[in-house]
């Protein structure tokens, strides 16, 4: 049997080896041939080293992703390689073994490789063998390690729950597994494990987590996959405050273990009010400012109709882009706003210290002074408005302008993170998709005692004891204590228009698991995909996932979803209906 025996990775060379005889082996990087010397550019998973090949040697045919083991001596180079970390040094190579040879690979294995992404996510094998790929893999473990070394530190055992599971609660379509022995029967793939983690608290673990990998049928975006992970994390007897405790404890381990990031603790905390009205979004990015203004007050005896009659009327200010506001940049912004649902926006310049053109011709000098007062406008600023009587439109689409000037103008430093916890979430809200009342988390959270009288008159005025941790304007996780008492529960499950039958066909064993001495109980869960995009700074959540699905939800290295057998699917009672335009 042959043995494949190293004594250095490649990467890790350095001048303390000058002088030393070692044997490497790796995939070839490059070549370069200059008669009577061969460079080799050797890669393994620690970075790259040169190996130098005098004419001397006996060597094999040596091509691009060659495998090679090399025995040679450290020597230091006369001039150094300021590109590769191990530049200092090469490897004078004395025996060079082929291990195995390649084809010419169909994308370039270079850390400047620009091959697009549809390419790379198909030959996702060659594009990971870079270093600052598998970097944000490496990450990734850590992130895990940090987490089962605190968890477990702190009491919490590791318990699986099933994959092949009835439908559970967290909104998203569900991905369904058919059952060949009930035929016409489905498991549905876990959005969550949250009703089995609820369960294990009713069996007395108190302390549970799991790295739960989670099922959505959702549209993508650049940070969602339709199966990602979860740190997924439940305790017993313990309130909010202390579970937001333990969560940042976690927190500030994973980033001090992964990129040596000391988070000063406590965190913050955010009302959900106060995050949609001063900075637009449930998940804001506080890196940098620019907050929303509320212009309400001062607009409330304006001339100008639509910010009397308007109930929001709010705005941001943008420093120093007066001078591009042309017709083009306004036509821009205008754009923008109907992207973000902004029906009725302004754009008003600040120019000899007030304001100009445009609707400020309805304005008294009193309501132009306070304009500029509020956001301390200076010449060459900028005054975006928005006015509605939907306020989610209104802030909403503020807060996505105030992201969007951050990205354009560059305001967030890099290297930075700010987290912070957005807490007291409303219990409701009404569905995009059908207007009708539905739960912001999942209908377990429980809602905040001093609200419990409005449950059935004033639904949406009933706020909860749920949290989301925000890291960079990303939602990296967020959880809620449950409800704990049955009656509270059938309330919920009333106001939210489920019939009996509906209750017990979809969390029958739920309720019922809840009659039997259910402790109080909160947790929540952590996107493991999230938090290694937020600490290895990429915004692609396909960056830090081995084999991603594609936009469309297709695996791009094995083409799932696959066409199956006819017999298959009779095995599972199944007839595909013909596409009406196929
Ligand atoms: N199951 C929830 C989610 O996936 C998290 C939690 O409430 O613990 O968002």
């Known amino acids: ?65 060659y495998i090679l083991q090399v025995t ?20 004078v190579a004395s025996k060079i073994i082929l291990i195995n040879t390649s084809e010419q690979p169909p994308i370039s294995t270079a850390e400047d490789s620009n091959a697009n992404e549809d390419i790379r996510l198909k030959y996702r094998y060659l ?29 919490f055992i590791e318990i699986e729950t099933p994959y092949l599971a009835p439908s559970t609660p967290e909104g998203a379509r569900d991905y369904l597994v058919p059952s060949r022995i009930h035929k016409g029967c489905f498991y549905a793939l876990p959005q969550s494990p949250q009703l089995y983690k609820q369960m294990l608290m009713i ?24 199966d990602f992970t979860q740190i997924d994390i439940e305790t017993s007897f313990l309130n909010q405050d202390q579970i937001l405790e333990m969560s940042e404890g976690l927190l500030q381990k994973i980033f001090k273990d992964t990129i040596g990031y000391e988070v000063k603790l406590p965190l913050r905390r955010l009302d959900y009010e106060d995050a949609v009205n001063i900075y637009g979004s449930d998940k804001p ?27 929001y009327v709010r705005g941001i200010l943008v420093k120093n882009i007066a001078d591009v506001t042309s017709r083009k940049k306004q036509d821009e912004y205008n754009l923008l706003a109907q992207k973000f649902n902004m029906k009725s926006f302004y754009c008003i310049k600040v120019l000899n210290n007030t304001v100009e053109g445009g609707i400020t011709k309805f304005f008294s000098a009193e309501e132009k002074a306070k304009l500029t007062e509020i956001f301390g406008a200076e010449n060459n600023d900028v005054i975006f408005i928005a006015s ?31 987290l ?20 912001c988390h999942h209908p377990f959270t429980r809602p905040c005692d001093e609200d419990l009288p409005k449950l059935r008159e004033k639904p949406y005025e009933v706020y909860s004891y749920a949290y989301d941790i925000v890291i960079n304007g990303y939602e990296a996780g967020g959880g809620s204590l449950r409800i704990y008492d049955q009656n509270v529960q059938k309330e919920i499950f009333e106001v939210l228009g489920f019939t009996e039958k509906d ?77 009406e335009n196929e």
């Open 1 to 65: 049997m042959e043995k494949f025996d190293r004594t250095n990775y490649c990467g890790e060379l350095d001048l303390s080896n000058v002088g030393e005889e070692v044997t490497i082996i790796g995939w070839v990087q490059r070549k370069r041939n200059l008669g009577s010397l061969i460079f080799v550019d050797l890669r393994d998973r620690k970075g790259i080293v040169q190996v130098c090949i005098k004419d001397n040697l006996d060597i094999p045919d040596i091509r691009n992703e």
């Open 72 to 91: 040679g001596v450290v020597t230091k180079k006369e001039v150094e390689n300021k590109n590769l970390k191990t530049g200092a040094i090469e490897v």
């Open 127 to 155: 594009d990971l063998r870079r270093k600052s790929m598998q970097d944000r893999f490496v990450i990734r473990s850590k992130i895990v390690k940090a987490t089962h070394e605190y968890l477990d530190s702190h009491d």
């Open 203 to 226: 069996c007395g673990f108190e302390r549970y987590y799991q790295i739960a990998r989670c099922f959505r049928d959702e549209d993508l975006r650049a940070d969602r996959q339709p």
């Open 285 to 311: 990015d506080t890196r940098f400012d620019m907050k929303i203004h509320d212009l309400k007050a001062l607009f409330s005896n304006c001339e100008y109709e639509n910010f009397k009659t308007s109930t």
């Open 388 to 418: 509605g009587n939907i306020r989610k439109n209104v802030a909403f689409g503020l807060g996505a302008l105030r992201s969007f000037f951050a990205k354009e103008l560059n305001l967030i430093k890099p290297n930075t993170f700010d």
């Open 420 to 439: 912070l916890w957005v807490v007291h979430f409303p219990l409701f809200e009404k569905s995009e998709e059908n207007g009708e009342i539905t739960p």
């Open 503 to 579: 209750i017990q066909n979809k969390f029958g064993f739920f309720v019922e698991a809840l009659k039997y001495g259910t402790p109080p109980h909160g947790g929540l869960a952590f996107g493991l995909d999230r938090l290694t995009m937020i600490l290895s700074q990429t915004d692609n959540i396909r960056d830090v996932i081995a084999f991603p699905k594609n936009l469309n939800a297709v695996c791009p290295v094995t083409n799932a979803p696959l066409k199956v057998d006819e017999e298959q699917l009779s095995t599972l009672g199944i007839k595909i209906m013909e596409e």
